[in-house]
């Protein structure tokens, strides 16, 4: 068992999952739990991932206001 730390490859290897399509899906009226099972996550992390990219945008839209 691994566990995260200053090895090279060590902890659990990321997801290959797309944040916009997730967002997308969310923003069509999927649920938060119905993504998770689609893309075989959890819903924390879905939530996550939808969180993270509501910040990316809204910055974003502020640098192109400036």
Same mark, same amino acid.
């Given at each position: 068992?691994?566990?995260?730390?200053? #090895? =090279? @490859? =060590? @902890? #659990?290897?990321?997801? /290959? $999952?797309?944040?916009?399509? *997730?967002?997308?899906?969310? /923003?069509?009226? *999927? +649920?938060?739990?119905? $993504? &998770?099972? #689609?893309? +075989? *996550?959890? =819903?924390? *992390? $879905?939530?996550?991932? $939808?969180? &993270?990219?509501? &910040?990316?945008?809204?910055? =974003?839209?502020?640098? #192109?206001?400036?």
């Amino acid at each position: 068992m691994t566990h995260g730390g200053k #090895r =090279a @490859g =060590a @902890g #659990r290897p990321p997801k /290959d $999952i797309s944040a916009s399509r *997730v967002y997308s899906l969310y /923003d069509s009226g *999927v +649920n938060m739990k119905e $993504i &998770a099972r #689609r893309f +075989n *996550v959890s =819903a924390p *992390v $879905i939530s996550r991932l $939808i969180k &993270a990219y509501r &910040a990316l945008m809204r910055k =974003a839209e502020s640098q #192109r206001g400036q």
